[in-house]
């Protein structure tokens, strides 16, 4: 059973956050740890408070989904930094996921300086970043953009978040080279290789004018997939110049479309 600490402070915008897991939840056998963390001191009893006010706050939203509360936990901790907390609890508690919404309109523009964009940056653990426009709908296809390099590694990955909803995937690969010679030819044996009746490939040519995140936003508002999935290690430094700079602010990237984050 896969288990996802929800992160909330109580504000309307978190509740984004939390009726995606409600739905992640409703599709597999799921465990949901619903968390809340801030800085300043609480006695045992002001504690008692808070986590009383977590319950009501989040069984108010389950109510709104008409979905039932099996298998949930109320957690509130005091951290002087909420995103270290954040880890440490998912570490503890064995957390497959970590799921935090973004802070406001345009997905990326606005996880800068925000625990969501120190998570992912951070977490060893793979982080559910959900806009605050996000609407319940089931979990049907997910949107896996991919440099291809690693593509052995990570398509599996990807293929067992896929298996926890019956769900199909869509590798998407943007590349300036894509009718060129040997490339040309190595991306018809990449799809040859690892399509399925499951998994289909969409390689597109890169148009230099336009940024990576332009081309898939097209696709994602095309598509609508319920997920797009990216991984951070080996090109944290390329996420960060297309997703997490003061470029990507001033464009405005915004989906409604979660975002699962594996760090590798």
């Not at 288990?3 to 599709?27: E, G, P, Y």
């Not at 109320?74 to 970590?98: L, P, S, T």
């Not at 797009?228 to 700079?245: A, C, G, I, P, Y």
Request: charged content about 25%.
């Amino acid at each position: 059973m896969k288990k996802i600490l929800v992160t909330t402070d109580f504000s309307d915008i978190s509740k984004a956050a939390i009726r995606f897991a409600i739905q992640f939840a409703s599709q597999t056998p799921c465990e949901l740890l619903f968390y809340n963390a801030d800085n300043s001191s609480h006695s045992d009893h002001k504690k008692n408070e808070q986590e009383n006010k977590l319950k009501k706050f989040i069984l108010a939203i389950y109510k709104t989904t008409k979905k039932q509360a099996d298998k949930v936990r109320f957690i509130v901790e005091n951290h002087v930094h909420v995103d270290k907390g954040i880890i440490a609890y998912a570490q503890k508690c064995n957390a497959d996921f970590i799921c935090i919404n973004t802070s406001g309109p345009g997905i990326f523009n606005h996880l800068i300086g925000t625990t969501a964009s120190k998570l992912i940056t951070t977490s060893p653990i793979p982080l559910l970043v959900i806009p605050y426009t996000y609407r319940m709908k089931p979990i049907d296809l997910l949107l896996y953009a991919s440099d291809i390099t690693r593509i052995g590694v990570e398509l599996p990955w990807v293929k067992k978040i896929a298996a926890l909803f019956d769900a199909n995937i869509t590798v998407h690969h943007y590349n300036e080279f894509i009718d060129q010679g040997d490339f040309k030819n190595d991306f018809n044996t990449i799809s040859q290789n690892y399509q399925s009746d499951k998994v289909s490939f969409y390689f597109k040519k890169l148009n230099i004018e336009f940024s990576l995140l332009n081309h898939l936003q097209v696709d994602l508002r095309k598509l609508k997939p319920s997920i797009l999935v990216m991984f951070t290690k080996q090109n944290r430094d390329w996420f960060e110049r297309h997703f997490l700079s003061s470029k990507t602010k001033e464009f405005g990237f915004d989906t409604n479309v979660p975002i699962l984050v594996f760090r590798k």
